[in-house]
């Protein structure tokens, strides 16, 4: 069943055009990577994935029972986020705003699911402590609690290792994974790491001049997908 669809998507800002005639799917269940050199589209495609930006042409066709502002969203953090001055629990817990509608105070079932995913990512002890005093390491997993807080079904997560160590990229991955695999969440991952991509990827959207999408095996059967590896190593 398929979660959301893009059709003939052309995307852009301003007066500058990036690429038209984008389409793919993303099923119940897969994992999709997006990739692309810097300023190919792909942070435009997350605004618009979300719902925050209308692209230029085509359509993107969220699967039934599922609305844009219920995919749980990952951004990739910048300097002045990573020192927001909240707590876990208050992070976390606005992960359910997108379930209060016009009532603007959470709900006892909207603190129980904070709670639990507080826990999942195993942040119990952590619950009070203010976000900005937190490792990298640990702020990902907050903000991966946050997320599920947003939904049951899809995730988007932007760059989600982007400046963690070793380590704590391998436990950030083997907990998408758990996710993706074990908990049945549909997963889009916006990334620049191809061997993430190689291990983890059900299928792969390469944004750039000539669009690619396809499973794991066909894009890196590709020359597109053997030219790209081979820039990533270099």
Excluded at 91 to 106: A, D, E, K, R
């Amino acid at each position: 069943m398929s979660l959301l669809t893009a059709n003939n998507l052309t995307l852009g800002y301003g007066d500058r055009l990036l690429l038209k005639g984008l389409n793919f799917s993303v099923n119940e269940g897969e994992f999709l990577c997006i990739v692309g050199e810097n300023g190919s589209g792909k942070s435009t495609l997350v605004r618009c994935l979300l719902g925050l930006q209308k692209p230029a042409g085509g359509v993107i066709q969220p699967g039934e029972g599922l609305a844009l502002n219920q995919i749980g969203y990952l951004p990739q953090q910048t300097v002045v986020q990573k020192d927001f001055p909240a707590t876990v629990w208050e992070i976390v817990l606005s992960g359910c705003q997108g379930h209060c509608g016009l009532w603007p105070f959470y709900s006892k079932a909207d603190k129980a699911l904070a709670k639990a995913n507080i826990a999942r990512m195993g942040l119990t002890e952590l619950t009070r402590r203010c976000y900005r005093e937190l490792s990298g390491g640990q702020q990902q997993r907050v903000l991966l609690a946050r997320a599920l807080c947003a939904t049951r079904r899809l995730m988007l997560l932007d760059e989600p290792v982007s400046g963690l160590d070793p380590r704590m990229t391998a436990e950030m991955y083997h907990l998408i994974d758990k996710l993706n695999h074990q908990e049945k969440i549909t997963v889009i991952m916006v990334t620049h790491d191809l061997a993430a991509v190689r291990e983890y990827a059900s299928h792969v959207l390469h944004i750039g001049k000539k669009p690619l999408f396809g499973t794991n095996q066909e894009y890196f059967a590709s020359d597109l997908g053997h030219h790209f590896t081979t820039l990533s190593q270099m």
